[in-house]
């Protein structure tokens, strides 16, 4: 029954639509957590944390609250301008398209090292359909800028991506040693994606310079300071090791408290449909695991990674770049974590899902919540194909995947 439930869900989490129920991935993850207390599956103890054994425990409330906090300090970095400051400050530098494409490439990608890549990608995308239109400039390759480039950049650190905040949970490695061995296959990647796209579009670039013309920003200088330097204080909490979750909430709630504005209209910011994804996600997994099914599947991988260490790295490496797109990269976490702890290099194994589950993102165009939200704000203006994308997603995650690969080896050869 766990089996079965979990497989319907997945319809729904794959973006299949059936004729008889209308529901998106938030609703069918809902239905299917919900399924699996009805059919006793899940207790409602495990499902709120109150069961005697707290490894029984069903939804992972550090990931939540972490993600609720790096939410919440988004939010107001937002209402402040900065997303739009920073932007139009990279364009204003850039004067010509090339260099205009490298720029939104890297803007997005060391924001959403440190805040989630989704709002990264929900703040971006206007600005730059805004500045492309102006200058007369094709917007596909600049919107692959901003969702590729948020997608490599995002696996930098844990509060970079969703699954990477599921990793951190599940790991318990620390803030500052993972970003030393992420950080340099996180900027490789980048880079790869903006030399990519620079290829790629060679022909639909001009070579003439141009002015951009930014709309005028209003910003608010005095929450900008306050957000930045709870922002700030929230990544020094990280690297010295307090609590990542309960750091990044007090930071979020202390900027709510000193704004001065009305906390609702930050709190409206906030993705609460993503927090409710997650949360019925956690019961829909944690009950395929409770009845075996999640080491059953492993077993099936199991001679894809049987042999000496770096064989099993590379097999788990293989299954998780294409896992994540089969299963969508945040469900494939929830199960994979499970066991990475039996693998015979754990920590390197714990680096190599984050790789591999975020580059994957930019493999196909529902890869990645990113691209979606790229996408669906260009609604109207640009039109992107599966296939369309599938040419770019391809060449540039192939390399970048393997690339950032065999960073994470030979630093873990260098710095075990």
């Known amino acids: 029954m766990a089996l079965a439930i979990f497989l319907f869900t997945y319809i729904f989490i794959a973006g299949a639509r059936l004729p008889f129920v209308k529901l998106d991935r938030p609703g069918g993850a809902l239905l299917g957590a919900t399924l699996m207390v009805v059919v006793g ?5 495990e499902v709120f944390g109150h069961s005697a054994d707290r490894g029984q425990q069903a939804i992972d409330m550090d990931t939540l609250v972490l993600l609720l906090g790096m939410m919440l300090l988004a939010a107001y970095l937002a209402q402040a301008n900065f997303f739009r400051a920073a932007g139009a400050k990279a364009l204003r530098v850039a004067h010509t398209p090339r260099l205009l494409l490298v720029a939104v490439t890297f803007v997005s990608a060391v924001l959403s090292a440190f805040l989630v890549n989704d709002t990264v990608c929900l703040f971006l995308t206007p600005l730059v359909l805004v500045v492309v239109e102006d200058a007369r400039l094709p917007p596909v390759p600049y919107l692959l800028a901003v969702c590729m480039g948020s997608n490599s950049g995002s696996v930098a650190t844990f509060t970079g991506n969703p699954q990477n905040m599921l990793i951190q949970g599940a790991s318990g490695l620390g803030y500052a040693r993972f970003a030393g061995y992420m ?36 910003v608010d200088r005095r929450l900008l300071a306050l957000a930045l330097g709870s922002l700030l204080g929230v990544v020094v909490a990280f690297f010295v090791g307090l609590p990542m979750s309960w750091s990044a909430l007090a930071g979020g709630v202390l900027v709510m408290s000193l704004s001065g504005h009305e906390s ?56 998780t770049l294409v896992a994540s797109n089969l299963f969508s990269n945040v469900p494939f976490v929830m199960l994979a974590r499970a066991w990475v702890p039996a693998m015979q290099q754990p920590e390197l194994a714990w680096h190599v899902l984050a790789l591999g589950s975020t580059l994957a993102g930019n493999l196909t165009l529902v890869g990645s919540v990113a691209n979606l939200i790229v996408f669906e704000a260009a609604r109207g203006k640009v039109r992107m194909g599966f296939v369309d994308y599938l040419r770019v997603g391809v060449p540039v995650t192939l390399i970048s995947f393997v690339v950032g690969l065999g960073v994470l080896l030979a630093e873990h050869a260098l710095f075990p």
């Open 183 to 218: 950080a340099l296959p996180a900027l490789i990647s980048t880079v790869i994606v903006a030399v990519a796209l620079l290829y790629l579009f060679r022909k639909q670039l001009p070579t003439a310079r141009f002015d951009t013309h930014p709309p005028p920003l209003d």
């Open 41 to 45: 599956v899940v207790t409602p103890a």
């Open 264 to 319: 609702r209209e930050a709190l409206e910011r906030v993705d609460w449909v993503l927090l409710l994804f997650f949360a019925s996600l956690f019961v829909v997994v944690h009950g395929v695991n409770k009845e075996g099914w999640a080491e059953e599947i492993r077993q099936v991988f199991s001679p894809l990674m049987a042999g000496p260490p770096w064989r099993e790295t590379l097999g788990f490496a293989f299954l």
